[in-house]
């Protein structure tokens, strides 16, 4: 063989022998470079998979610290209804009671079982020059008389009765309204 023909098969050996290095290192370096990309996967991985429980983890808490916040809004809820449920009763038996007494107090004036009677300034009696009136009986200690007083007629002793009955009504629903928002604002 002649010197170019020599030449031309160590070329072409030569070219071979590099693209086979060539072939090897690309293989060699793309699966070096592939542990690489795997572990930094598998890393990232990780750090995603414990944000996630940690994040996980975070919710859970708050929503359980929200259950149990509404737990015990829900008790105060039923502590104040059951409050206000009691006053009201108590309300109730108040304004009944009163209603009950009035309804006794209207029927003794009915039936002239008691009477109404009124005291009577004797200061402005004297200065008119009257002395008309009934005069209470002395006590048991002396033997001055009482206090001049008049009776009322039955129809005004009622109707003053009445008044009072809707006063009373009024005061204990005052009561009532008041006792009410000092539950409800305590």
Same mark, same amino acid.
């Given at each position: 063989?002649?010197?170019?023909?020599?030449?031309?098969?160590?070329?072409?050996?030569?070219?071979?022998?590099? %693209?086979?290095?060539?072939?090897?290192?690309?293989?060699?370096? @793309?699966?070096?470079?592939?542990?690489?990309?795997?572990?930094? #996967?598998?890393?990232?991985?990780?750090?995603?998979?414990?944000?996630?429980?940690?994040?996980?983890?975070?919710?859970?808490?708050?929503?359980?610290?929200?259950?149990?916040?509404?737990?015990?809004?829900?008790?105060?809820?039923?502590?104040?209804?059951?409050?206000?449920?009691?006053?009201?009763?108590?309300?109730?038996?108040?304004?009944?009671?009163?209603?009950?007494?009035?309804?006794? +107090?209207?029927?003794?004036?009915?039936?002239?079982?008691?009477? +109404?009677?009124?005291?009577?300034?004797?200061?402005?009696? @004297?200065?008119?020059?009257?002395?008309?009136?009934?005069?209470? #009986? @002395? %006590?048991? %200690?002396?033997?001055?008389? %009482? @206090?001049?007083?008049?009776?009322?007629?039955?129809?005004?002793?009622?109707?003053?009765?009445?008044?009072?009955?809707?006063?009373?009504?009024?005061?204990?629903?005052?009561?009532?309204?008041?006792?009410?928002?000092?539950?409800?604002?305590?």
């Amino acid at each position: 063989m002649s010197a170019w023909g020599t030449r031309l098969i160590a070329l072409v050996a030569m070219v071979i022998a590099c %693209g086979i290095g060539a072939r090897a290192a690309w293989v060699w370096q @793309a699966n070096a470079y592939g542990k690489q990309l795997s572990e930094q #996967a598998d890393d990232y991985g990780k750090q995603l998979a414990d944000k996630d429980r940690a994040h996980d983890r975070e919710r859970e808490e708050a929503a359980a610290a929200a259950l149990n916040q509404l737990a015990e809004q829900q008790e105060t809820r039923r502590a104040l209804e059951a409050r206000l449920q009691e006053q009201t009763k108590t309300h109730w038996k108040e304004m009944n009671d009163a209603q009950q007494a009035q309804a006794r +107090l209207r029927d003794r004036l009915a039936t002239a079982d008691l009477r +109404l009677s009124v005291l009577v300034d004797t200061g402005a009696l @004297a200065a008119q020059g009257c002395d008309s009136g009934m005069r209470e #009986a @002395a %006590g048991s %200690g002396g033997v001055v008389h %009482g @206090a001049v007083r008049a009776q009322l007629d039955r129809a005004h002793a009622q109707r003053i009765v009445a008044i009072t009955d809707e006063g009373d009504r009024g005061l204990i629903a005052l009561q009532a309204c008041q006792a009410y928002v000092r539950e409800v604002t305590k």
